[in-house]
Structures are given as structure tokens and as C-alpha cells.
């Protein structure tokens, strides 16, 4: 099939709700299937992601208030979907702030009523949240907003998670399969049943609420195999009939790759015991992927379907409804890992995204970066410690930031803000708005003998001076209003609105 038929036969593809054609490892992701339209988005958008318990706790107006009287906001993000949300505890490992009501319910699911029709070429069709009764955050929360000038977006936030499993009938079904045949709690995005369930929420938010929705954002932290070992999350996935099928059609050997990563799952457990191959374990390491080509083939099959499940979801949603912005959040491994930035390019991105919100969360970045360095040291770079290699990191990152022994006590700079946001403003060279991430009490979840950063007011405006300093067309406070202290949301705003009144004088 030529280029342009391919082209031709994605369009229709996606203008009938049906799956792009596999694209083979390396190649691109298709282009968007219809013309770009100019969309609305704001100019200098400020966004903030709020959880569905925090309406339902502290009522849709208090909330409403405060983050657009204190925080400056402009546009909610409200969680319609989630793949497991739990209130914070007083003293939990997500301390609540000073707002809020604690708890540990978890929610997942939706947050809204959708139609049945959506969801008619899906095993997956009942995932209605009922754990805040019948509270519908699309009916509770848009025309409020709308009435105090306030855009809203329908955050749809598609991360893996146990409790789904649990709850949705069949979502175990859709599930990726790991090396050894087992079931996970990653849904597999070369599954047609997930494939439509995503397409369904898409359509049934944009059809279902027309005047109410003004956009999504859509989101899912999820890496590929190869990735997902250095990070130490998970054994490799998937291989599933699904994802096998499309390997075979690609030329790529399933046994050969199973057999791959079981030799490199072997090398990291040898790296775990601290023992040493004769060569070291870089070199290991590399005669392993001479040995096996298809320990990379399988991680960019898994990319380029993740990413392909993107572009079809964005063309749908243009499709329908041309005018609203459609786009993406962008996980913090993009700012750690040089294996998952080769992975997700943003010159691809141009193709099919309107907006990318970016997860600079550099308060608790250094403390997530130093994991993330240990994650490094106990896999492909065991020959050398995390503080042996970190001038070397730094150097291919671009980073100027603190020795390791202080990453997660100084957090990272607002100088990495400003970097990640250039990074990306030239990257998609004015295609794709860029909104970083601004980390207002964003938790780190580490135990540790180190003690980590947390916001104050000075470093939430110096992260928000970085990001526009560096060409941002908005920001999103994060990650959740349900996280952060007061003060720190008010230093946000005051910064936000000083911004406004230097830029009109
Ligand atoms: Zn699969």
C-alpha cells in the first residue's frame, strides 16, 4: 500500500470509528485523518485537574471559587473518568491539605452518564462510577463554569490501575498479557474491545454534551515493555493474541522476542544480585539487542500502537467537533528517561494533537528523578553508581541540576521547567500549544532517608515565570486542586495575574 492510500485508508478508517491499519515499528504515525481546523483554545490557558470527590466534598461552588479567585484559573479539568481515585488522609502518604475531606474510598469509572449506544462494538460497556451516588460532573460542574467566563474539559485520564479489574465487567478481558502468559491490569491497546471502549468515552462526551464540553484532555502513563523493566513496574507485556497478530504481520518473531526479554529479564537479575558478567553490563546488555533486534521491535510495536490509539482518538474527535481542543498529557518519564524521549517525539505530535500538557513537576522531580537514576543503576548502567554517571545524564538530558545526594531534597530548578517547555515549543514549532505542568504539592510517594522538596509560594511563581519565559501558550496547576495547600494555589494566581498586568502595560 502506497503512502497515500494509506493516508486515504486511515481517513476513512477513523471517519467510521474504526482502527487505524498497523503501523511497522519505526514507521510514523499516521497523519491526522482530516484537514487541520484552527481550534478555540484560549490564549494563555490555566488549567487545573480536579478530582471528582473534590466536588462532591466541598461543593462544586466553594471549589469553583477558589481556584478561580485564588488560583487564576480559566479552565477545569474535571476528571471524567478515572481509573481509581482515593481521597487523602490527614496523616497519609498523600497528606490532605487544608481543604478537603478525608477518606479512602476509591472511585473509578465515569463521572458522567453516557448513552449505551456509544459502547455497542465494545465488551466494555458499564463503567458508570456510582461511588458519589448519582453525581454526574459534566451536569454539576460545566454551566457553573461557563457562568464565571470558565472553559470546560473533560479530563479523560486512562492510567492502569488494580481497581478497574474489579469493577468494570470484562475489563480483565482487554488486559495485556505478560511474558509468561499472565493477565495484568494494563488494558492492551491493540485489543479492539479497549480500542472501541476509548473511542465510545470520546464520542459520548463530545455528542453526548455538546454545549457542555469545550475539550478534552486525554491522558495515559504508560510505557512499553522495555521501558516498563528499567522502571522496574512490571515484567514485559504484551503478548497477547491481539499484539501477536500485528507482530506477524510486521515480519516480527514472537519466539524470538519472548526469548529476548527472557535473556534480559535474566541480565537485570543478575544485575540485582550484583553479579557481574565477564564483559560488564552495558556490554551484556548491547549483545543482547544485537543478539535479539527484537527486544526493540516489540518495545516500538507497542509505541507506535499506543501512539496510533492517540492519533485515532484525535481524528474521531476532529471529526465531530473540529473547533475544540484535543490533546494529550505528556508523563514525567519523558523528562527522565532518554529511552522514553526518543520514544515520544514531538515533530510526530504535530500530526495529531492540539494541545500537550507536560508533566514538569520539578518540586517533586528531584526526588522522582533520583528514583528514576536508581532505576538506571540497577538495570542497563549497574556498572556504575547513580552520582558516577550523573554529569553524563545531565549531559545528554541538558540538565543543570543538583549532585544526587541533594535531587531529592532541592527538588529540581525552575530552570528544567523552562528547558522541558522549550524543548517542546521547538519540537512542535508551533503546531501544538504547549502547557506545562506547574507542581503545586505534587507527592513523591518515596519513603526514604532523604528529605524532599515541597512547594512553597516562591516555587510555584518561579515555576510559572520559567514555563512562560520559555514560550508556554498556558499551564496547567497540578497535579490535582485536590492536593494542594491554599497558599501555594493563591501564589499561583497572584503570579499569573501580575503576568497579565505586565503584559498589558
Ligand atoms: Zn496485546
Same mark, same amino acid.
Given at each position: ?32 485523518p ?34 478561580q ?12 473518568f ?5 481521597r ?10 487544608d ?62 490501575g ?11 478481558e ?22 472501541a471502549?476509548?473511542?465510545g ?6 455528542l453526548?454534551?455538546?454545549s ?16 516498563n ?6 515484567t ?42 565477564s ?13 535479539y ?35 494529550f ?8 528517561? #532518554? ?5 515520544e517525539?514531538? +515533530?510526530?505530535?504535530?500530526?495529531? !494533537? &492540539?494541545?500537550?500538557? %507536560? *508533566?514538569?513537576y520539578?518540586t ?8 528514576y ?23 545528554i538530558?541538558?540538565?543543570?541540576e ?13 530552570d ?35 528529605p524532599?522538596?515541597?512547594?512553597? #509560594? ?7 515565570? +520559567?514555563?512562560?519565559?520559555?514560550? !508556554? &501558550?498556558g499551564?496547567v %496547576? *497540578? ?14 494566581g ?12
Amino acid at each position: 500500500m502506497s503512502i497515500f492510500d494509506r493516508r486515504e485508508f486511515v481517513r476513512l478508517c477513523a471517519a467510521f470509528g474504526a482502527f487505524f491499519a498497523p503501523a511497522a515499528p519505526g514507521q510514523d504515525v499516521p497523519a491526522p485523518p482530516v484537514s487541520r481546523v484552527p481550534v478555540k483554545n484560549r490564549k494563555d490557558l490555566v488549567g487545573i485537574q480536579v478530582r471528582g470527590f473534590s466536588w462532591v466534598d466541598e461543593g462544586v461552588d466553594a471549589v469553583l471559587d477558589n481556584i478561580q479567585d485564588k488560583g487564576d484559573v480559566n479552565t477545569v479539568w474535571a476528571y471524567t473518568f478515572s481509573y481509581g481515585e482515593q481521597r487523602l488522609e490527614k496523616n497519609g502518604p498523600i497528606p490532605l491539605p487544608d481543604h478537603g475531606k478525608p477518606g479512602n474510598t476509591i472511585a473509578g469509572g465515569a463521572f458522567y452518564d453516557y448513552d449505551r449506544k456509544y459502547f455497542q462494538n465494545t465488551i466494555l460497556k458499564d463503567f458508570r462510577c456510582k461511588v458519589y451516588g448519582d453525581f454526574n460532573v459534566i451536569e454539576a460542574v460545566a454551566s457553573k463554569a461557563k457562568a464565571r467566563g470558565m472553559s470546560f474539559f473533560a479530563w479523560d485520564l486512562n492510567n492502569a490501575g488494580p481497581t478497574l479489574n474489579d469493577t468494570i465487567p470484562n475489563y480483565a478481558e482487554v488486559s495485556e498479557v505478560d511474558l509468561y502468559g499472565r493477565g495484568t491490569n494494563r488494558p492492551c491497546f491493540n485489543n479492539p474491545d479497549y480500542r472501541a471502549f476509548l473511542s465510545g468515552k470520546v464520542e459520548s462526551l463530545l455528542l453526548g454534551y455538546p454545549s457542555e464540553i469545550d475539550g478534552i484532555a486525554w491522558g495515559s502513563e504508560r510505557m512499553g515493555p522495555f521501558e516498563n523493566m528499567i522502571g522496574g513496574i512490571t515484567t514485559p507485556s504484551c503478548f497477547c493474541g491481539f499484539c501477536q497478530a500485528k507482530a506477524r504481520a510486521l515480519g516480527i518473531s514472537v519466539g524470538r522476542a519472548q526469548s529476548g526479554y527472557r535473556e534480559l529479564e535474566q541480565l537485570f537479575l543478575a544485575a540485582a544480585r550484583n553479579q557481574r558478567p565477564s564483559d560488564g553490563y552495558f556490554v551484556s546488555f548491547w549483545r543482547l539487542l544485537l543478539k535479539y533486534p527484537e527486544i526493540l521491535s516489540w518495545e516500538s510495536l507497542w509505541t507506535d500502537s499506543f501512539q496510533e490509539a492517540q492519533a485515532q482518538l484525535y481524528g474521531m474527535a476532529k471529526a465531530i467537533a473540529p473547533a475544540k481542543p484535543f490533546g494529550f498529557h505528556i508523563m514525567q518519564t519523558m523528562t527522565f528517561s #532518554p529511552f522514553y524521549r526518543a520514544e515520544e517525539d514531538y +515533530a510526530k505530535r504535530r500530526n495529531f !494533537a &492540539d494541545f500537550l500538557k %507536560l *508533566a514538569t513537576y520539578n518540586t517533586a522531580g528531584g526526588a522522582r528523578m533520583a528514583k528514576y537514576l536508581r532505576r538506571l543503576s540497577d538495570t542497563v548502567f549497574h556498572d556504575a553508581t547513580p552520582p558516577e554517571f550523573l554529569d553524563f545524564y545531565y549531559k545528554i538530558m541538558g540538565y543543570h541540576e543538583a549532585p544526587y545526594d541533594q535531587l531529592a531534597g532541592s527538588g529540581l530548578s525552575a530552570d528544567y521547567v523552562a528547558r522541558q517547555t522549550r524543548q517542546a515549543v521547538e519540537g512542535v514549532a508551533g503546531e501544538v500549544q504547549i502547557y506545562p505542568g506547574i507542581d503545586i504539592n505534587v507527592p513523591t510517594l518515596l519513603k526514604g532517608d532523604a528529605p524532599v522538596k515541597h512547594s512553597t #509560594p516562591a516555587t510555584v511563581r518561579a515555576s510559572i515565570e +520559567a514555563a512562560f519565559s520559555a514560550g !508556554a &501558550d498556558g499551564v496547567v %496547576l *497540578a497535579r490535582e486542586y485536590a492536593e494542594m495547600q491554599l497558599a501555594n494555589l493563591s501564589a499561583a494566581g497572584d503570579a499569573l495575574r501580575e503576568r497579565l498586568v505586565q503584559a498589558k502595560s
